[in-house]
C-alpha cells in the first residue's frame, strides 16, 4: 500500500492500549491444541483482514454519504479507493460478510475465497495472504468464534457499536476496547494488537519464534542510537519486519516526514516474509523485500544498495550457511564455515554508504573469539576504524535465546560533520576517528516475568543519549528529551576508549574490559575505623552462630536423634 498522509501521536509506543492482552488471551483459549507456529498464520490473517476491511468500510461509508469533495463519487468503484490509497475489499471479502458467515460449516472456505479475492484486486498483496483456513486439520467452530472475537477490536468510532449484539462478546473485553487510556487511530490500533500478538506468539514458540521477531525493547534502543529519520534504510535478515516499523515510529515521534526514509529488505524464510509484509502493510508503510524470499548470502537481493542505516537481528553463531570464498563482501578476511557472525558483519560493511551507520544485534562471542580467523577480521575492522560503538546488553531479553548477545554500532566515516551539511545538524559531528565508545549495560533492566527481562524508557534513553552526547549528535530531531549533553565517562557504565587501548587488550570488544568499576559512594568512615569494626561485628556474627548450632543439637538430642 502505499503510504498516506502521516498524523501525529503523543502516545508512548511502550504504552499497553488495554485490552490486547484480555484479546490475546481470548484467542489463545480458542487455540486448544493447535501448534502456536501454525496458529499464528491463523490469527494474524484474520487480524490483516480485519484492518483492510475497516480501512475500506470507513472510507465506504465517505462515499455513500457523497459529501463535499466525494459528491457524486460511486462506492463500488475500485478506482475512488485506490486513489486514498486504501486496498479495495470486494464484497465476499468485506468483515461484515465474513462475520455474518461465521457459524457457517464452510467459513474455511468463504475465509480463503476472501483472500484470495483481495490478492486478485490488488496487486500488492499478491502472494502474502494465509489461503488454508478450509483444511481440515483447522475446526471450523473455532474459526468462527475467531472471527467474532477479532471483530471486537475497536477500529472506528461506532464500529464496536454496530458489532455489539451481532459478537457477543465477553462484555468486559468490549468494554476495554472501547474505553482505550488515550485516544488512537486506527492504524495505531491494529498495528499495535498485531505487534503485541508476534510477541505473545513469539514467547509460545520459544527458539522457533526468535526467528521472525525481536523483542520490541531491543529493537526501540537500536533505532533511538541509530536515529535514522533520513535516508534509504537496509535490514537483510528483516523478519516479521519490526525494524522498519520501528523506524517509522522514531521518525513520527521526532517530528520528521515518512517520505525522507526508504526502507529495503529481504528474508530468506518465505511465511515469515509474509507476516513481514502484512506487518507493513497494516501500517500502510512501503518497503522493497525483492521479489521473493531469498537468502541473503546464496542471493542477494539487493546488490546495488548502498544503505545509510543498516538494522538488523541476525541469526546467532549460524554454523548452517552458504559461503562462497571469492565473494566481494569478505573484505576483512574470510568467514568460517561453522559460524556466520562475521559474514554477516562484512555484509553490513560492505552495503554501507560513503557516510552510512549500521546497528546490529550479534552474539557475545563476536566481542572476543580468535576461533577460526574471527579474531583477524575483527582487528581489520577495527584498524579500519569503523567500530563507532559497542554495548553490553542484560541478559534475558530474547524469547528465543539465553545467549548474553550485545550491539555493535559500525560507522564509515567518523570524522567531524561526516554526513555534510545536506542533513542539517549531523554535520555537527564531533570527530571520533580512531576512538570507539563502550557501554556495560548489563546491570540495566527489569524482570518482567521469571524469564524475560525489559529495559525500561528511562534506561534506554540513558543509552542513548550517552552515545548521541559522546557523538556529538546534540539536534532536537535526534535526541530531543536528552539530559546528557556533555559526554563523560562513566565508570562502570561508559568509556570512550582508542584505537590503541583496543590493541593493547588484543581487540577485544567487551565493554567490561575498558569501563571500569562503578564507583562506590564515600560513607566518610576512615579505613582504620571501618575494618576494626567489621571485623568485631563478624565475631559477634561467628558466635551467635556457634549459639544457635549448639541449640540445634540440644533439640535434636532431645528427639533421641544424637548427631
Given at each position: 500500500?502505499?503510504?498516506?498522509?502521516?498524523?501525529?501521536?503523543?502516545?508512548?509506543?511502550?504504552?499497553?492500549?488495554?485490552?490486547?492482552?484480555?484479546?490475546?488471551?481470548?484467542?489463545?483459549?480458542?487455540?486448544?491444541?493447535?501448534?502456536?507456529?501454525?496458529?499464528?498464520?491463523?490469527?494474524?490473517?484474520?487480524?490483516?483482514?480485519?484492518?483492510?476491511?475497516?480501512?475500506?468500510?470507513?472510507?465506504?461509508?465517505?462515499?455513500?454519504?457523497?459529501?463535499?469533495?466525494?459528491?457524486?463519487?460511486?462506492?463500488?468503484?475500485?478506482?475512488?479507493?485506490?486513489?486514498?490509497?486504501?486496498?479495495?475489499?470486494?464484497?465476499?471479502?468485506?468483515?461484515?460478510?465474513?462475520?455474518?458467515?461465521?457459524?457457517?460449516?464452510?467459513?474455511?472456505?468463504?475465509?480463503?475465497?476472501?483472500?484470495?479475492?483481495?490478492?486478485?484486486?490488488?496487486?500488492?498483496?499478491?502472494?502474502?495472504?494465509?489461503?488454508?483456513?478450509?483444511?481440515?486439520?483447522?475446526?471450523?467452530?473455532?474459526?468462527?468464534?475467531?472471527?467474532?472475537?477479532?471483530?471486537?477490536?475497536?477500529?472506528?468510532?461506532?464500529?464496536?457499536?454496530?458489532?455489539?449484539?451481532?459478537?457477543?462478546?465477553?462484555?468486559?473485553?468490549?468494554?476495554?476496547?472501547?474505553?482505550?487510556?488515550?485516544?488512537?487511530?486506527?492504524?495505531?490500533?491494529?498495528?499495535?494488537?498485531?505487534?503485541?500478538?508476534?510477541?505473545?506468539?513469539?514467547?509460545?514458540?520459544?527458539?522457533?519464534?526468535?526467528?521472525?521477531?525481536?523483542?520490541?525493547g531491543v529493537v526501540r534502543l537500536l533505532?533511538?542510537?541509530?536515529?535514522?529519520?533520513?535516508?534509504?534504510?537496509?535490514?537483510?535478515?528483516?523478519?516479521?519486519?519490526?525494524?522498519?516499523?520501528?523506524?517509522?515510529?522514531?521518525?513520527?515521534?521526532?517530528?520528521?516526514?515518512?517520505?525522507?526514509?526508504?526502507?529495503?529488505?529481504?528474508?530468506?524464510?518465505?511465511?515469515?516474509?509474509?507476516?513481514?509484509?502484512?506487518?507493513?502493510?497494516?501500517?500502510?508503510?512501503?518497503?522493497?523485500?525483492?521479489?521473493?524470499?531469498?537468502?541473503?548470502?546464496?542471493?542477494d537481493l539487493h546488490p546495488d544498495l548502498?544503505?545509510?542505516?543498516?538494522?538488523?537481528?541476525?541469526?546467532?553463531?549460524?554454523?548452517?550457511?552458504?559461503?562462497?570464498?571469492?565473494?566481494?563482501?569478505?573484505?576483512?578476511?574470510?568467514?568460517?564455515?561453522?559460524?556466520?557472525?562475521?559474514?554477516?558483519?562484512?555484509?553490513?560493511?560492505?552495503?554501507?554508504?560513503?557516510?552510512?551507520?549500521?546497528?546490529?544485534?550479534?552474539?557475545?562471542?563476536?566481542?572476543?573469539?580468535?576461533?577460526?580467523?574471527?579474531?583477524?577480521?575483527?582487528?581489520?575492522?577495527?584498524?579500519?576504524?569503523?567500530?563507532?560503538?559497542?554495548?553490553?546488553?542484560?541478559?534475558?531479553?530474547?524469547?528465543?535465546?539465553?545467549?548474553?548477545?550485545?550491539?555493535?554500532?559500525?560507522?564509515?566515516?567518523?570524522?567531524?560533520?561526516?554526513?555534510?551539511?545536506?542533513?542539517?545538524p549531523a554535520s555537527r559531528w564531533r570527530?571520533?576517528?580512531?576512538?570507539?565508545?563502550?557501554?556495560?549495560?548489563?546491570?540495566?533492566?527489569?524482570?518482567?516475568?521469571?524469564?524475560?527481562?525489559?529495559?525500561?524508557?528511562?534506561?534506554?534513553?540513558?543509552?542513548?543519549?550517552?552515545?548521541?552526547?559522546?557523538?556529538?549528535?546534540?539536534?532536537?530531531?535526534?535526541?530531543?528529551?536528552?539530559?546528557?549533553?556533555?559526554?563523560?565517562?562513566?565508570?562502570?557504565?561508559?568509556?570512550?576508549?582508542?584505537?590503541?587501548?583496543?590493541?593493547?587488550?588484543?581487540?577485544?570488544?567487551?565493554?567490561?574490559?575498558?569501563?571500569?568499576?562503578?564507583?562506590?559512594?564515600?560513607?566518610?568512615?576512615?579505613?582504620?575505623?571501618?575494618?576494626?569494626?567489621?571485623?568485631?561485628?563478624?565475631?559477634?556474627?561467628?558466635?551467635?552462630?556457634?549459639?544457635?548450632?549448639?541449640?540445634?543439637?540440644?533439640?535434636?538430642?532431645?528427639?533421641?536423634?544424637?548427631?
Amino acid at each position: 500500500m502505499a503510504r498516506g498522509k502521516s498524523s501525529k501521536s503523543s502516545s508512548n509506543n511502550s504504552a499497553n492500549i488495554g485490552f490486547e492482552a484480555k484479546l490475546w488471551q481470548a484467542a489463545d483459549k480458542l487455540r486448544s491444541n493447535m501448534d502456536a507456529a501454525e496458529y499464528k498464520h491463523v490469527v494474524l490473517g484474520l487480524i490483516f483482514l480485519k484492518y483492510i476491511s475497516d480501512s475500506f468500510e470507513e472510507h465506504h461509508a465517505k462515499l455513500i454519504a457523497g459529501e463535499g469533495e466525494y459528491a457524486g463519487a460511486n462506492p463500488e468503484d475500485p478506482d475512488e479507493y485506490r486513489a486514498e490509497n486504501i486496498f479495495w475489499v470486494p464484497p465476499a471479502a468485506r468483515w461484515t460478510y465474513l462475520q455474518n458467515s461465521a457459524k457457517q460449516p464452510t467459513i474455511g472456505k468463504i475465509v480463503d475465497d476472501a483472500m484470495v479475492a483481495i490478492e486478485r484486486d490488488n496487486p500488492r498483496l499478491k502472494g502474502i495472504l494465509p489461503k488454508d483456513y478450509a483444511r481440515p486439520a483447522l475446526d471450523k467452530n473455532r474459526l468462527g468464534e475467531l472471527i467474532d472475537l477479532i471483530g471486537t477490536i475497536r477500529l472506528i468510532p461506532g464500529s464496536a457499536r454496530a458489532s455489539r449484539a451481532e459478537i457477543g462478546a465477553p462484555a468486559d473485553l468490549l468494554k476495554a476496547a472501547e474505553t482505550p487510556s488515550q485516544p488512537y487511530g486506527s492504524k495505531d490500533i491494529l498495528g499495535r494488537v498485531y505487534e503485541y500478538f508476534l510477541s505473545q506468539f513469539a514467547s509460545a514458540e520459544g527458539k522457533k519464534g526468535g526467528q521472525f521477531y525481536t523483542p520490541q525493547g531491543v529493537v526501540r534502543l537500536l533505532v533511538e542510537m541509530l536515529a535514522p529519520y533520513k535516508g534509504r534504510i537496509y535490514d537483510p535478515c528483516c523478519g516479521s519486519g519490526g525494524m522498519f516499523v520501528q523506524s517509522e515510529k522514531f521518525v513520527e515521534a521526532h517530528g520528521g516526514k515518512l517520505g525522507d526514509i526508504s526502507i529495503y529488505g529481504q528474508e530468506s524464510n518465505a511465511t515469515t516474509r509474509r507476516l513481514a509484509m502484512m506487518n507493513l502493510a497494516i501500517r500502510g508503510i512501503e518497503a522493497d523485500l525483492g521479489e521473493e524470499q531469498a537468502d541473503t548470502f546464496r542471493r542477494d537481493l539487493h546488490p546495488d544498495l548502498r544503505a545509510d542505516f543498516v538494522l538488523a537481528n541476525p541469526p546467532f553463531n549460524d554454523s548452517d550457511w552458504f559461503r562462497k570464498d571469492d565473494d566481494a563482501r569478505w573484505q576483512f578476511g574470510l568467514p568460517p564455515r561453522g559460524n556466520a557472525n562475521f559474514a554477516w558483519v562484512q555484509h553490513f560493511i560492505h552495503h554501507l554508504a560513503p557516510t552510512g551507520i549500521a546497528g546490529f544485534v550479534l552474539a557475545n562471542g563476536s566481542m572476543s573469539s580468535n576461533q577460526s580467523g574471527e579474531g583477524e577480521i575483527r582487528r581489520a575492522i577495527i584498524e579500519a576504524d569503523l567500530v563507532d560503538c559497542m554495548v553490553a546488553l542484560p541478559g534475558q531479553l530474547f524469547y528465543s535465546t539465553q545467549i548474553p548477545v550485545c550491539l555493535w554500532f559500525l560507522r564509515k566515516n567518523k570524522a567531524a560533520g561526516a554526513n555534510g551539511e545536506k542533513l542539517g545538524p549531523a554535520s555537527r559531528w564531533r570527530d571520533r576517528r580512531r576512538q570507539t565508545l563502550f557501554i556495560d549495560a548489563r546491570k540495566l533492566g527489569h524482570l518482567v516475568d521469571r524469564v524475560h527481562r525489559e529495559l525500561s524508557d528511562e534506561e534506554t534513553q540513558r543509552i542513548a543519549q550517552s552515545y548521541h552526547a559522546w557523538r556529538g549528535t546534540d539536534d532536537a530531531l535526534r535526541n530531543p528529551h536528552s539530559e546528557v549533553r556533555e559526554y563523560a565517562d562513566v565508570p562502570g557504565f561508559c568509556k570512550s576508549a582508542t584505537t590503541d587501548e583496543i590493541a593493547r587488550h588484543g581487540y577485544v570488544l567487551t565493554p567490561g574490559r575498558y569501563v571500569g568499576a562503578e564507583e562506590v559512594e564515600d560513607e566518610g568512615e576512615p579505613f582504620e575505623e571501618k575494618m576494626p569494626r567489621l571485623v568485631k561485628e563478624l565475631n559477634s556474627q561467628f558466635a551467635e552462630s556457634a549459639k544457635l548450632q549448639e541449640a540445634i543439637k540440644d533439640n535434636l538430642a532431645g528427639l533421641g536423634y544424637v548427631s
